[in-house]
């Protein structure tokens, strides 16, 4: 927690603001030296933002609401559109997120909504802001600053993200158009290993961004996803995201973030997609809080969880299996395809279906709302909202 003295006065938020190396399993040593360490370098610095970041965060992580995620970017965005039979059009993708960010209510379950840059500067197509769209809806505008994955060399085949050159001014520019949430995704392969390079390269990406988000006014959304890639079972998934947290929570300390000013969007501790062992959503909640209670501080306001490719129900019934009992924590979601699927295929790219596939994102919205709270029944759901998608490599 940054220091009284250390914690300026800020504008409040208003609705006018708005690796071949070894691998996890090979034991290293280390040695440790110890060094006369002054008062000040012990202080966490989160800038003149701090009590703006902490009012962000617990403004996101509020009762019943999560995030919607459509940050996609152009490329990924075109696949969703082929898959309706549409061209990957600027036109084709504004008139679909229009459609998102108007849907009348969507404010009562969604509390933030990362954007591509495209989107965060586009205009729906009646000529308003988005950004102003989602403000009247009370939803905080977010934004995606990763400049996406490449190879990592020296790794097994694994890969980094990249982005961290001019965030700092890409970050301030995106707070002037009305971003107050940043994100930034890397990826954590198993069969892979994962090799100590990579876990250590995705912690360190991951802190760095998220210091320079807090210094221009951006709450970041710490993300390392631990694919779904492969055949092992829930108990190796566990033991990778132990350690994996454990990098990214000592590379946070180090680089002085403020931990209340963050949120999180973990994978849920699942087995691989190949395994031929399921997991119950007791179970996935059982292995997933466990994991949360070992290595996640009660300081950080929210822990909003992504969907790695689970189908829309499956994700909401994870979700509420997580909320049966109390949490320090805000235990929210952060989805992508689990709350669009059926939105974007009820849709069609026809102007006469907007109506309805806006009804069909205020299903699913109000669903993972209910699970949030933990009052979720899977009562009449739809068997297209009961089936999954799983992308090798790309869980999202």
């Not at 403004?59 to 969703?80: F, Q, V, W, Y």
């Not at 997580?322 to 979601?333: E, L, R």
């Not at 279906?353 to 806006?358: E, I, K, M």
Request: net charge neutral; hydrophobic share 40%; charged share 20%.
């Amino acid at each position: 927690m940054a220091s009284a003295s250390l914690l300026k006065s800020s504008p409040v938020l208003d609705n006018s603001e708005w690796v071949k190396g070894q691998t996890l399993r090979q034991p290293s040593a280390s040695v440790v030296r110890c060094h006369p360490v002054s008062q000040s370098a012990l202080t966490i610095r989160a800038g003149s933002y701090a009590d703006e970041l902490v009012k962000t965060a617990k403004t996101i992580a509020s009762p019943g609401r999560g995030i919607l995620a459509m940050d996609e970017s152009n490329a990924t965005c075109g696949k969703r559109l082929a898959s309706i039979g549409l061209e990957n059009t600027e036109a084709n993708r504004q008139a679909y997120r229009t459609l998102l960010v108007t849907a009348p209510g969507l404010g009562n379950y969604v509390s933030g909504a990362i954007l591509f840059e495209e989107t965060l500067y586009q205009s729906t197509v009646d000529g308003r802001k988005m950004v102003d769209v989602l403000v009247e809806q009370k939803i905080v505008p977010g934004i995606k600053v990763d400049k996406g994955l490449v190879p990592l060399a020296g790794s097994n085949d694994e890969s980094w993200c990249q982005g961290l050159d001019g965030l700092a001014s890409r970050s301030a520019a995106y707070y002037q158009q009305g971003a107050r949430f940043a994100k930034w995704r890397t990826v954590v392969s198993i069969p892979n290993g994962p090799s100590a390079l990579a876990v250590k390269e995705a912690a360190w990406g991951l802190a760095r961004y998220a210091a320079i988000s807090q210094d221009n006014g951006l709450v970041p959304i710490v993300e390392p996803e631990i694919l779904l890639d492969g055949e092992h079972g829930i108990d190796r998934t566990f033991e990778v995201a132990q350690k994996v947290w454990a990098e990214v929570f000592y590379y946070l300390a180090e680089n002085n973030v403020m931990f209340e000013g963050i949120l999180l969007k973990p994978s849920m501790v699942t087995p691989g997609a190949e395994c031929k062992d399921k997991a119950s959503p007791q179970q996935v909640a059982e292995y997933t809080l466990k994991l949360l209670h070992r290595r996640i501080p009660p300081a950080v306001p929210g822990i909003m969880f992504l969907s790695g490719g689970q189908s829309e129900v499956e994700a909401t019934l994870n979700l509420n299996a997580m909320n049966q009992g109390p949490n320090p924590w805000h235990v929210s979601f952060s989805y992508a395809r689990a709350l669009q699927n059926t939105c974007l295929k009820t849709w069609g790219g026809r102007p006469e279906n907007v109506q309805a596939a806006q009804e069909a994102l205020l299903i699913r919205a109000k669903a993972n709302s209910l699970a949030q709270l933990g009052k979720y029944t899977g009562e009449g759901e739809s068997e297209e909202a009961k089936k999954g998608m799983f992308v090798k490599g790309y869980t999202y």
